[in-house]
Each structure stands twice: as structure tokens, then as C-alpha cells.
């Protein structure tokens, strides 16, 4: 498989089926903002995401990864792909060919200590080539060396105990709980839901829909005064209902009429058990306005395909299939009268100790493939009477992880790390560009002392903190929220980062 190809599968994306079942309009939904977090579940590899590809960084990636049983250094840009036999296609980095390199608006500092003579260069993996048209549109960037942080720190710092560190680094449960709420496992909020609880009153009647998980529970979405919204993915009918209060019940329809009526009363002598029939009655009625509101013409369509790489056939990207239900609620809100949403959608199968030439080649495809559909199909979101509105500058959609992973192979995979890079991608997204710092590669050795690296993991040079306050502001919340709801973002002098 070459290094551009590209499957959306047998159904088109989204937004071209409805290009061409209705006139496209030019507007766009005035005043609808909403934050999508994709969480890469489990600690995604972001150093074969996005690497540096200068002949002095590309060599230190190269002689780190490139070692053990099963080697996971990719290869140099324009390498063209290999052809192996088929028994050993998933420990053959070479087949995918080259990274793309990416060449961003804005030059980044060259480390002190290293060789880079001219300009750093970049790539991305080369199996996310789906993505490259968003970085060149100026619709995608990256935000480089982010990670769970109380305050800037340096190397020398961190060795030192002189500042405080997040507790329980490299510890799943912890850090996914730290990147989502600022605190480890055992927290009540996140900032997602913090977030929510300032905007949810924009959306009326139906600041239910607030805050949306598709994906389960999730503290990120969790706010004081906001709960989250749990949807499955049935086509149609993504509002998860309370079992049995429609059709039948034990063979009759009374059955669960009797039932529906049975845990909506109101009239105990019991507070508790009327405060219990009330959230039915509420959750019964948001499930019938959701499903409703699904309904509009055109809205409900299957999710494409994707080409796995490995064994070379069209499989199901569930990650797609989250996404396309996070589209349909989107296209639905405006006329259920919703002005602000915060969603979370969880991807995992990214904790890749061994196996990870396989894994995370899989991994990195249906990423590029479920983006890009989404970027797609949010360009053209029925409109009622046969048009279609462009919501992508209305949308942003940004990806969170545990942490990313050491810099060096353990011979066939990668153990937990710390800072790692991510992407954005948005109509409001300043794109083609890297904000933040991206670091120095390459472990210490003799003669050679990294200052981004602690052992084997990448040192964060920018903080969760900063990353979500940069998303809060342009979601609406007002600065002085965002110091609140992000407590660390005052030791940054530097607390918004631009990149929308």
C-alpha cells in the first residue's frame, strides 16, 4: 500500500452525500460552538505522529527506534514503500513507505546542543495521509510536547525536587483522570464539564444535552451543576432508553405502559422516591426530544468503511462510527434550540507494550480516516429544505491521551512516558503550524545530555492547563472562568497558546 492511499469504503462521506442530495448554502450556524475530545485511550505513540525529520533529530529518532526483535523507527521521507511477503507484513515499517513531511507557517527554535543546521523539518506517520489535505487547507495543527504539568519545569528541576510534580506518572487510571480533571483517580469533575457548567445556560430547555458522552462514562464531562449526556451509536435513536416502557412487557403492550407510569409517579409520600420520578420523567422526555430530533430528513446515514493495513480488507472503524453519531447530534442541535456542546469520545487499543508496528498502524489509520470524515461531513450538515450548512469553523475537535510513550523501543513496543503532541482540527483553527515547543530528540548518552527528556520520557514544555484554557476561551468562557476552572494556568506566563 503506497504511502497517499486512501479508503473511505463503499458508502461516501457524509458530507458528499448530502453535496449532492441538496443545495449547499453558505452560511453557517451563527452561534453554535462545540469542543470535541477524542481520548487516545491507553497512551498514544505520539513520537511516530509527528517527528522531526532534520538529517541531526531524524538520526537520534532513528538510532532509538530503530533497534530489538521487531523495530519501530519509521522511515525518511520520500522512502518509497516496500512489497513484503505477507507473513511478515506486520514487523515491516518499510511497507508504508516514507513519513510526509509537513512544513509549518512558523519555524521552530532550534535546540541548543543539537546539529540542526537550517530550519527543523517535520512529518507525520505515513499511513495518515487522509490528513494531509486539512494541514494544507490551514484546518489542522499541532500542539507539540503537552503533558500534565503543576508549573513550568525544567530537567534540572525535576531531578532536584524543586518544584512539584503530578502525582502517579505513568499510571493509566491516574494520568487519563489528571488530562481529563486536573486530578487523579478519585475526581468529581473535569474540565470539559467545568467548561459546560458556564455555557449550559445558552442552551435553555435542552442544557441536557450539554455535555454528551459517546463513549460511556467519562469524568472530563462531568461539571458541578452539568451531567453528562451518554448516547450510543444505533443510527436514528442515539438517546440510551430506560428498557421495556414501550412496546411490550411480558407479551402486552399494558405491561409496560404500566411500567412507564409505575416509575414516573409522583405521587409517594416519599421526597426521595418523587425526586426519582421526576429524573425519569426528565430522562424519558430528553430520550424522545434526542431520538426526535434524529429524524430530520437525510440526517441518518451509515458510517463509511476503512482499509485495515495490516491484513488488507474493509473492516468497521468504530472510532468512524463514534464520530458519525457526534455529527448527526451536531447537524440535530440547532434546531433543538442548542447553542453550546461539549463531547468526548474514548479510542483505544493505544497501551501498545509490544506488537506496536501492527497495532499502531491500525491505530493511526482509522484516526486519519475518522477525522477527515468528520471534517467532511461537518463542511455540509443538513439544513433543512435540500441545503447544507458548513459548521467546521463551528466545531472543534482536539485529541487528549494518558501520555505518550518512551522515546526508545524495548524492543518491540514502547513503555509509558509523559509529554507527547496533538492534534487540532477546526475551521477556527489557525492551522499548518506547530504551537508549543517541539523538543529535542534522542536519550542521554555520552556527550550528549537531552534537557527535554527524563530518562526515557519526553519533559512536557506546555500543560494540560494551557491546552484546555486555550479551548475554553474560544468556546466563550470568560478569562476569569478559565483561571478557576484551570487552578495551575496562573504559573504559565504564557496561558493562551493561539492555535484558535
Not at 495521509?129 to 519545569?153: D, F, K, S
Not at 455535555?211 to 462514562?217: D, E
Not at 418523587?274 to 430530533?293: C, E, F, K
Request: neutral net charge; aromatic residues 8%; glycine residues 12%.
Amino acid at each position: 500500500m503506497s504511502a497517499g492511499f486512501s479508503v473511505l469504503g463503499a458508502a461516501a462521506p457524509l458530507a458528499l452525500q448530502l453535496s449532492a442530495a441538496g443545495t449547499a448554502a453558505a452560511a453557517e450556524a451563527s452561534d453554535y460552538k462545540a469542543l470535541v475530545c477524542l481520548f487516545l485511550q491507553g497512551g498514544q505513540d505520539s513520537n511516530n505522529l509527528v517527528l522531526a525529520t532534520d538529517p541531526d533529530s531524524f538520526g537520534r529518532y532513528t538510532s532509538a527506534r530503530n533497534t530489538g526483535e521487531d523495530p519501530i523507527a519509521l522511515k525518511a521521507p520520500g522512502t518509497p514503500p516496500q512489497t513484503v511477503p505477507a507473513g511478515t507484513r506486520k514487523n515491516k515499517p518499510a511497507m508504508w513507505g516514507g513519513v510526509l513531511p509537513i512544513v509549518p507557517k512558523t519555524a521552530q527554535a532550534i535546540p541548543a546542543g543539537t546539529n540542526v543546521t537550517g530550519q527543523r523539518t517535520f512529518a507525520i506517520h505515513p499511513l495518515m495521509g487522509q490528513l494531509m489535505p486539512l494541514w494544507e487547507q490551514g484546518r489542522l495543527a499541532v500542539l507539540a510536547n503537552v503533558g500534565t504539568l503543576i508549573q513550568p519545569t525544567t530537567k534540572t528541576q525535576f531531578n532536584q525536587n524543586a518544584v512539584p510534580i503530578p502525582a502517579a506518572l505513568g499510571s493509566h487510571n491516574d494520568q487519563q483522570s489528571a488530562w481529563q480533571s486536573g486530578a487523579i483517580d478519585g475526581a468529581q469533575t473535569g474540565w470539559g464539564g467545568r467548561l459546560a457548567d458556564i455555557v449550559a445556560s445558552q442552551n435553555g430547555p435542552q442544557s441536557i444535552f450539554t455535555s454528551v458522552s459517546a463513549a460511556g462514562n467519562a469524568v472530563f464531562l462531568s461539571g458541578d451543576q452539568v451531567s453528562q449526556y451518554q448516547i450510543n451509536t444505533d443510527l436514528g435513536a442515539p438517546a440510551i432508553s430506560i428498557a421495556a416502557i414501550s412496546g411490550s412487557l411480558f407479551g402486552t403492550t399494558a405491561g409496560s405502559a404500566a411500567l412507564k407510569n409505575i416509575i414516573q409517579s409522583t405521587g409517594s409520600t416519599s421526597n426521595f422516591a418523587n425526586d426519582y420520578a421526576t429524573t425519569v420523567q426528565r430522562s424519558i422526555a430528553a430520550a424522545a426530544t434526542l431520538n426526535a430530533g434524529f429524524q430530520k430528513p437525510g440526517l441518518v446515514l451509515a458510517a463509511p468503511k476503512y482499509f485495515e493495513p495490516i491484513q488488507g480488507f474493509e473492516d468497521s472503524n468504530t472510532w468512524l462510527v463514534q464520530l458519525n453519531t457526534v455529527a448527526q447530534m451536531i447537524a440535530a442541535a440547532p434546531a433543538m434550540g442548542i447553542k453550546r456542546q461539549v463531547f468526548f469520545l474514548r479510542l483505544d487499543q493505544h497501551d501498545t507494550h509490544d506488537n506496536q508496528n501492527p497495532r499502531e498502524a491500525v491505530n493511526v489509520t482509522r484516526l486519519a480516516q475518522a477525522m477527515a470524515y468528520f471534517d467532511q461531513a461537518l463542511s455540509a450538515m443538513p439544513a433543512g429544505s435540500g441545503q447544507v450548512v458548513d459548521m467546521r469553523s463551528r466545531v472543534t475537535t482536539f485529541t487528549a491521551s494518558d501520555f505518550s510513550r518512551g522515546f526508545a523501543s524495548n524492543g518491540s513496543g514502547t513503555d509509558h512516558a509523559w509529554g507527547g503532541h496533538h492534534l487540532i482540527m477546526g475551521g477556527a483553527v489557525k492551522g499548518g503550524d506547530i504551537y508549543g515547543q517541539y523538543p529535542t530528540l534522542g536519550i542521554d548518552k555520552a556527550g550528549f545530555n537531552n534537557p527535554d527528556i527524563v530518562g526515557n520520557n519526553m519533559l512536557p514544555t506546555t500543560s494540560v492547563d494551557q491546552y484546555g484554557a486555550t479551548l475554553g476561551r474560544w468556546f466563550g468562557v470568560p478569562d476569569g472562568d478559565l483561571f478557576t476552572i484551570f487552578p495551575n494556568l496562573h504559573n504559565y506566563g504564557t496561558p493562551f497558546l493561539g492555535f484558535v
